[in-house]
């Protein structure tokens, strides 16, 4: 069935808490299953490779499991590389996540860093995790991998 999507296709608070859940808690699965941290997350050893399953016995599927999920690893960094960032404008998507998610930054911590007030941070981290959401899914194609949904869309018509 296909869908046309408008502009108004995400339901942001649905996204972003979605996203947040995904951070909490199906990322940190993924990095201990696939025996990394986040600070081996910007290593050149996480570049997509293209590597595929065929079958084998269990050891080669064993690890074929954990190259998958350092493959999601390694896109979900990306997915947050690839986000927005223009502080000329007000743009703090990428660095928001970063410090969040990845450097284990407090909210409060990367508000003040920022220099934003408790409002504005709340409205751009939303705008943050929904570009994250809306990145991730392409990023993962590039590494041979899959993701749940993390978007919630909205005002879908059928074609």
Not at 8 to 21: E, F, G, H
Not at 22 to 27: C, E, L, Q, S, Y
Not at 77 to 100: F, H, K, M, Q, W
Request: charged share 25%.
């Amino acid at each position: 069935m296909a869908y046309k999507i408008t502009d108004t296709d995400i339901d942001r608070v649905v996204t972003a808490r979605n996203v947040r859940n995904f951070f909490a808690n199906t990322f940190q699965t993924y990095l201990a299953r696939g025996g990394l941290h986040k600070a081996d997350l910007s290593s050149p050893k996480l570049e997509p490779t293209g590597v595929t399953s065929h079958g084998g016995n269990s050891a080669e599927t064993s690890m074929m499991k954990i190259f998958d999920y350092q493959a999601k690893c390694g896109a979900i960094y990306t997915a947050i590389i690839n986000c927005s960032e223009n502080r000329n404008i007000g743009v703090y998507n990428r660095s928001i996540l970063l410090d969040r998610y990845i450097n284990d930054l407090t909210d409060t911590e990367v508000r003040n860093d920022l220099g934003m007030s408790s409002s504005s941070y709340g409205e751009k981290k939303v705008v943050a995790l929904c570009e994250f959401a809306d990145w991730l899914p392409v990023i993962a194609s590039r590494y041979d991998t899959k993701f749940n949904e993390l978007r919630k869309f909205i005002d879908a018509e059928e074609l």
